[in-house]
């Protein structure tokens, strides 16, 4: 169940910046996310998928350094091959970031990458058909890294990787996105995600793929 929750919570990790005059200094951001994952527990394979929901926001402290804070609730279902077992997602994350070079999300031009470190608070609550329940607790810290790439007219490539600190490299998630200026300051953005955990000493890893969609309000 570890290495369920090291990956159950779906986090922003915004690489933004505002080192120019137009650029903008923070932004909020909704998105809804789509999870299909596959799980070894104690020698057995299994399937689940879910859905899930983030909230979150980032604001830059210094033209350089950004703080955030983001918000994860969600579903994740095993079906009848674990006697439909079922879990409900909480977490909470806050993260820095350090911006060294940036990019200009409104009018998607010019490129940006950051480095920083999240921390993340979960909860994850399972119940099956057999009123087998269960609740596991986990903080855990991860170091990110992003970048992104304008290519014009209010759109942007972002890319990211995070690993946690424990299994550092072994623990890893790789994302990729869009984002896209649609009229003043709102923003829709798409991406995908792929986890993969360090096998823990009961033999146990998970592999997820995470499909998101988003929209925001940069100011």
């Given amino acids: 169940m570890k290495s369920l929750l090291k990956i159950a919570v779906i986090c922003l990790a915004p690489s933004v ?3 120019e005059p137009d650029l903008h200094r923070g932004g ?6 789509s999870v299909d994952g596959d799980t070894t527990l104690f020698g057995t394979d299994y399937s689940y998928d879910g859905d899930s929901t983030t909230f979150g926001g980032y604001y830059f402290v210094t033209e350089n350094v950004s703080i955030g ?3 994860t609730d969600g579903d994740l279902g095993y079906g009848a091959t674990r006697d439909n077992l079922s879990c ?3 977490g909470t994350s806050i993260s820095a970031s350090f911006h060294p070079k940036r990019t200009n999300y409104f009018t998607g031009e010019g490129n940006g990458y950051s480095f920083g470190i ?16 269960n609740t596991v607790s986990s903080d855990d810290q991860h ?3 992003g970048a992104s790439r304008g290519l014009g007219d209010g759109l942007v490539l972002t890319a990211g990787f995070a690993s946690n600190t424990d299994d550092f490299l072994d623990d890893r998630i790789f994302s ?3 984002t896209k200026m649609l009229d003043s300051n709102f923003a829709m953005g798409l991406g995908i995600s792929l986890a993969e955990t360090a096998e823990d000493s009961d033999g146990d890893n998970t592999d997820v793929t995470t499909l998101s969609f988003s929209g925001g309000y940069l100011f």
Avoid: H, I, R
């Fill in 118 to 133: 999240q921390s993340t608070d979960s909860d994850v609550d399972c119940e099956d058909d057999y009123f087998y329940y």
């Fill in 143 to 145: 170091v990110t890294f």
């Fill in 17 to 19: 910046a505002f080192a």
């Fill in 88 to 90: 409900d997602v909480d």
């Fill in 69 to 71: 804070l983001a918000k």
């Fill in 176 to 178: 990729f996105g869009f």
């Fill in 28 to 33: 909020l951001s909704f998105g809804m996310n």
